[in-house]
């Protein structure tokens, strides 16, 4: 059962050098939003033992330490729970308005097992910010970066001007295609097209898709990045000098990793900054 159903920011920490950069943007992000941090420690169980008899450390106490005072005491609840991370960390974010997780093992037996930020950023009922260790241990003075595809450019669109207009910072809308396949008007998969009506197809699309959402946050300058290519090479290569990258998944499947897609993975895996993965509403949801 969730804690509290008021809108917080929740935070993974487990101690890692991954949860510690997590723990840092995920106190950023409570004092950019005004909301409180819940900071939750999940193993399974036996590992606590293990964790303390390595390391003599409460990953909490520690994690507590570490906020300090970048946010008030009353701001700041912990909470220690045995059981699977991913699990334990989606429970809690019922009702949350950001989950920020590590980006932790995504190696390659995560790519066939599951890593925990692969799961939560399938599974979770919020916006989920995985976080890596190093280039993207901490959001920059960059733009925030929107890749936008026909299944998930509303939702990803609509938190990506928020994001923006919470950062003071400039919006980049990328949206590629291949010359090898795109999908032509009539909704068919077309593969021998001229290459000029391919591209005017997709700027069209792109102009009337921005132009829709910045009419409604007129604040935020956004600026628009047609790209050919496949869409992970191109994003990937966009968030290099971003402070945020945007990304939508296909909703809340029993299969981390493939409701959320090739492309997402592989941003989780690769991104060289935060990674924001967001999904539409779920209409069964009250």
């Not at 929107?146 to 400039?170: I, Q, T, W």
């Amino acid at each position: 059962m969730s804690l509290s159903t008021s809108p917080r920011v929740v935070v993974g920490y487990d101690g890692t050098p991954t949860a510690r950069a997590a723990l840092t943007v995920a106190v950023g992000e409570a004092v950019r939003r005004g909301r409180t941090l819940l900071i939750v420690h999940a193993e399974e169980e036996g590992w606590d033992l293990v964790r303390a008899g390595q390391e003599g450390r409460d990953p909490l106490a520690e994690a507590v330490e570490l906020v300090g005072s970048a946010l008030p005491h009353g701001r700041v609840t912990v909470l220690d729970r045995l059981g699977p991370a991913a699990s334990v960390l989606c429970e809690q974010a019922e009702n949350a308005e950001l989950l920020v997780v590590g980006r932790g093992n995504v190696g390659l037996l995560a790519r066939v097992a599951g890593s925990v930020a692969l799961e939560v950023a399938t599974h979770a009922p919020c916006p989920v910010l995985v976080v890596g260790e190093s280039g993207s241990a901490a959001p920059i003075d960059g733009p925030v970066v929107a890749g936008v595809d026909r299944d998930h450019a509303e939702e990803v669109l609509e938190a990506a001007f928020r994001e923006a207009s919470l950062r003071e910072a400039p919006l980049l809308v990328v949206h590629s295609w291949s010359s090898l396949h795109w999908l032509g008007p009539d909704g068919l998969m077309t593969f021998d097209a001229d290459e000029e009506l391919v591209r005017e197809h997709h700027l069209d699309w792109l102009h009337e898709l921005v132009d829709r959402f910045a009419e409604k946050h007129p604040g935020v300058e956004a600026v628009q990045a047609p790209r050919e290519g496949r869409a992970a090479e191109v994003l990937i290569a966009a968030s290099g000098g971003a402070g945020l990258i945007v990304v939508g998944t296909r909703g809340r499947g029993p299969v981390a990793g493939l409701l959320l897609g090739s492309v997402g993975q592989k941003l989780i895996r690769h991104a060289r900054c935060p990674v924001m993965v967001v999904r539409a509403p779920d209409p069964n949801r009250p």
